[in-house]
Structure formats: C-alpha cells, structure tokens
C-alpha cells in the first residue's frame, strides 16, 4: 500500500518568512496529493490539493509543487502569520475507490 | 446535516467497557473513514470503507475493534473491553471518492 512520509514534524519560523513542509510517497500510481491543515482543537480541513497533471498549484499565500518523478510534494506558506501556526498533514491518493494515506504531519509555529 | 457529525462528541467509560461511537456522513458520501488521533499526534488510520467493497481494515490496532457501515451511510465503531491506551479522538471523515475528505469534530474518548 502507499507510504507518505513527511518533513520536519515541527516547524518555527519568525512572522513574514516562508515556511516549506516536505513528503514522499511510494506508490507510483498516486495522482492526488492534497494538504489539510489542523488548528489546536479543531478538525483537519483541506487547504489545497494537486492531481499528477500538474506541477504547481498556488492559491494566495500557499501553493504546492510536485515532482512525479521523484515522487515528492511540498507545501509552500509565503509571508507567514501567527494564523498559520497549526498542524499541516499532507496525504496521497489514487482516487477513484482507493483510500487517502495521510503522512504524519508537521506542527509549524509561527513567531510573532 | 450539511456536514459530518459525529456522537457522542465526549466519553468517558470505566477500563473493560464497550464503547459504540457513531458516525453521520455528508448525504451522497461513498467514503468513510475512522481515525484516531491522539493528545498531539498525527492521523492514525483504522479503517475505511468505500461503497459497497469489502472494508479496509489493516489500521484497526486489535481485535477489540470494529466497525461497520450499515446501508452505504451510517457508521459505528466499537471498542470492546476498552483499555486506558484507547484514551483518545475518534474522528470520522467521508468523501466522494478520490475527492477532500471532510471530517467531524471527533468523539474524545476518556478510560478511566
């Protein structure tokens, strides 16, 4: 089955830098690879999502970039602020009926 | 409902007890997972199901758990002869397949 592997699993950065979560995944096969992101207390909810079509995805201050190739993806957060401190998992999938494996997640925390 | 809801949202048992939490998909959903996630961890996956096929049950840590999906929309885990190491948040997500999960707000799960 898919392995998604994540990094780092915590994160500080100052306010107004840019913070860049890593992953990987196995399976060759995956095409969807999305991003949800879990504020303290709260549920995960996805902040973005790519297929294998594209390299790049950007919406705001967040985008996402793959490489097939290596089979790797990242979550870029430009002009970082205290809002974005939270839990950010990525995941991999093949959609279609085959499940979403969730890497192990990455606590990033923002300094004012 | 308009989303996933999930019941009870608290529950606190003595050690050797069976547990039943509930899960209410989006309406059309195909997918449902159950996660566990505890105090400051990541998404720890138990099992999915996905229309009518077979469930996917390799997440599900004991044969004291279980799960099954009763008519294509509602689901039900049972924790039987709960331990302390159970303590945790159930979370429920269902999903068109291949398509964002959305998620409930979680069953906080207290053995005493």
């Known amino acids: 089955g898919e392995n998604v592997e994540q990094h780092p699993s915590t994160l500080s950065v100052q306010e107004g830098d840019s913070a860049v979560i890593k992953c990987t995944y196995s399976?060759?096969?995956?095409?969807?690879f999305p991003w949800y992101k879990q504020e303290l207390g709260k549920r995960p909810q996805l902040i973005i999502d790519?297929?294998?079509?594209?390299g790049e995805k950007k919406d705001q201050r967040i985008a996402v970039t793959l490489n097939k190739t290596a089979k790797h993806f990242s979550l870029h957060i430009t002009e970082t602020q205290p809002e974005d401190s939270a839990v950010y998992f990525c995941?991999?999938?093949?959609?279609?009926?085959?499940?979403?494996?969730f890497g192990t997640g990455t606590k990033l925390q923002v300094i004012p | 409902g308009a989303g996933v809801s999930q019941s009870p949202s608290n529950k606190v048992t003595e050690k050797g007890k069976d547990v039943e939490l509930r899960c209410d998909p989006i309406?059309?959903?195909?997918?449902l997972y159950w996660y566990r996630q505890s105090l400051g961890q990541g998404l720890e996956f138990l099992i999915y199901?996905?229309?009518?096929?077979?469930?996917?049950k390799s997440g599900l840590p004991s044969d004291r758990f279980s799960a099954e999906r009763t008519g294509g929309s509602v689901s039900t885990l049972t924790i039987q002869r709960t331990q302390q190491e159970d303590s945790a948040v159930y979370l429920c997500?269902?999903?068109?397949?291949?398509?964002?999960?959305?998620f409930g707000s979680g069953t906080q799960l207290s053995v005493l």
């Open positions: 997500a269902s999903s068109l397949e291949g398509r964002k999960l959305f």
């Open positions: 399976d060759s096969a995956s095409n969807y």
């Open positions: 790519i297929r294998s079509n594209v």
């Open positions: 995941a991999a999938g093949f959609g279609g009926y085959q499940k979403v494996t």
């Open positions: 309406s059309g959903h195909t997918a």
């Open positions: 199901f996905q229309g009518n096929s077979a469930p996917d």
